[in-house]
Structure formats: C-alpha cells, structure tokens
C-alpha cells in the first residue's frame, strides 16, 4: 500500500516556481495529528545521499535546510491529508528527485513516497 504519493515536478527555468504535493493516507495524518509523526520533504541528486528540505510539526513548526531558506515553505492541510512544499526562486542546483516523509518522532523511522522530479534549466 502506498502511504505516501507525490506530485508536481516538473522542468522550471531558474527563479521560476513549483508546488509539490504529497498525498498521505488518513492514518498517516491522523498519527500526525496525534504528534506521533513528523512530514517533511527530502531532495537526492545522482551521488549523493537524501538531504533534509524542510518538515513541519502537528504544531506548525517549521525546520529548512539553510540552503532553501526564504524560498521554500512548506505546509500541511490536514482536511486534505496533504502536505506541500512551495519552492520559489528556484535555482539549477535545487534540481533533484523529491521524496516526501514521515518520521515516526519515537524510532526516527521514516516512510518514503517514489518521489517526484524536479529540473531546474533554462
């Protein structure tokens, strides 16, 4: 069963915007409720291992990676059961699959969705 589903990549050209979406299932964003599980949005390019983008907790509070401050936001409709990263100003070195993820706050254990890609070129 997939858990986790993303959506919204695509080609951009630098300073252009996307926004990825992330379909959880209701389980997932009822334990995200509870605070049990952390969402969030990882990126890999060729070589490299998954960085962290940004996550949210229940509460709304927020965590980037410095490289993507003030250009990033990431948010959460709980109603939907989706979680989206909004990537503005966006620059060829942001080009990389896109995985959304939730972190189970005891283990650290993550759930991966297949990601999503996203190039940034003129």
């Known amino acids: 069963q997939v858990q986790l589903a993303e959506s919204g990549g695509g080609l951009v050209q630098p300073g252009g915007s996307l926004r990825l979406s992330c379909a959880a299932t209701q389980s997932i964003f009822r334990l995200y409720g509870m605070g049990l599980y952390v969402l969030g949005w990882y990126r890999q390019t060729p070589g490299k291992e998954r960085e962290l983008v940004a996550d949210i907790t229940r509460g709304g509070n927020t965590n980037y990676a410095d490289s993507v401050k003030g250009r990033f936001t990431i948010s959460r409709d709980n109603a939907k059961n989706t979680l989206y990263l909004q990537m503005d100003s966006l620059k060829p070195e942001d080009t990389a699959i896109y995985y959304c993820?939730?972190?189970?706050?005891?283990?650290?254990?993550?759930?991966w969705g297949r990601g999503t890609q996203v190039t940034v070129s003129a």
């Open positions: 993820t939730a972190t189970e706050a005891k283990t650290n254990r993550k759930s």
